[in-house]
């Protein structure tokens, strides 16, 4: 996780807040679920979607956030999973949607195998938020003019790529953060190598369904 400026930073910067009903995609370890849960308080709800496409995973996804929810005072929190295209299917509408280092994969072979090509789930969020509501898009940044082309192999994506295909759906670019930038990041290497692994250079889009 960041230190806690940058924490306070990009909750601020992604719209939460007391009472938001917000979705946290892929949740991992639950760490942003956690953090939300505390900011969104007793009158606000956290869906932590565990997609169904990594559910398998020997680490057991689901597991552990339903381990989180029953924490003391996490009764806010609700577990869901289901394929990435029935999201709309198990939360209701949203205040945010929050996608931390997660976009890129929905141009690799593992989320697509049940139809969740990136134009359908950007489609289905937009569907999915309240007018007015928030897309967050945290994910590590890929080398200049690859597009899409490393999402698999280094787990990066460009900018620009993530911005066009967002916006297709029907979003509008509302702000962008630099706090996760990071200039000595040489873009070439796979986001796990010792090198660069929980410093690498990401991006933060914030778009609004208007």
């Given at each position: 996780m960041y230190?806690?400026?940058?924490?306070?930073?990009?909750?601020?910067?992604?719209?939460?807040?007391?009472?938001?009903?917000?979705?946290d995609v892929?949740?991992?370890?639950g760490d942003?679920?956690?953090?939300?849960?505390?900011?969104?308080?007793?009158?606000?709800?956290?869906?932590?979607?565990?997609?169904?496409?990594?559910?398998?995973?020997?680490?057991?996804?689901?597991?552990?956030?339903?381990?989180?929810?029953?924490?003391?005072?996490?009764?806010?929190?609700?577990?869901?999973?289901?394929?990435?295209?029935?999201?709309?299917?198990?939360?209701?509408?949203?205040?945010?949607?929050?996608?931390?280092?997660?976009?890129?994969?929905?141009?690799?072979?593992?989320?697509?195998?049940?139809?969740?090509?990136?134009?359908?789930?950007?489609?289905?969020?937009?569907?999915?938020?309240?007018?007015?509501?928030?897309?967050?898009?945290?994910?590590?940044?890929?080398?200049?003019?690859?597009?899409?082309?490393?999402?698999?192999?280094?787990?990066?994506?460009?900018?620009?790529?993530?911005?066009?295909?967002?916006?297709?759906?029907?979003?509008?670019?509302?702000?962008?953060?630099?706090?996760?930038?990071?200039?000595?990041?040489?873009?070439?290497?796979?986001?796990?190598?010792?090198?660069?692994?929980?410093?690498?250079?990401?991006?933060?889009?914030?778009?609004?369904?208007?």
């Amino acid at each position: 996780m960041y230190d806690p400026t940058k924490l306070s930073e990009l909750i601020s910067f992604a719209h939460v807040k007391a009472g938001s009903t917000v979705i946290d995609v892929y949740p991992g370890d639950g760490d942003w679920t956690r953090l939300f849960s505390d900011v969104v308080g007793t009158e606000g709800r956290v869906y932590s979607f565990v997609p169904a496409e990594v559910a398998h995973f020997k680490n057991d996804p689901v597991g552990i956030v339903r381990t989180l929810a029953k924490e003391p005072n996490r009764e806010n929190i609700k577990v869901v999973s289901a394929d990435l295209v029935a999201m709309s299917e198990v939360v209701p509408p949203a205040d945010v949607l929050w996608l931390h280092l997660f976009y890129h994969d929905l141009h690799t072979a593992l989320m697509q195998t049940k139809g969740a090509m990136p134009a359908d789930f950007n489609r289905a969020v937009f569907d999915l938020l309240k007018p007015g509501g928030f897309y967050v898009i945290i994910d590590h940044v890929a080398v200049a003019a690859t597009g899409t082309s490393h999402a698999n192999s280094l787990h990066r994506i460009e900018p620009v790529s993530v911005r066009e295909e967002v916006e297709a759906a029907g979003f509008v670019l509302d702000a962008e953060s630099s706090a996760l930038a990071n200039q000595d990041d040489p873009h070439a290497v796979k986001v796990f190598d010792p090198s660069i692994k929980g410093e690498t250079d990401r991006f933060a889009y914030r778009f609004v369904k208007l």
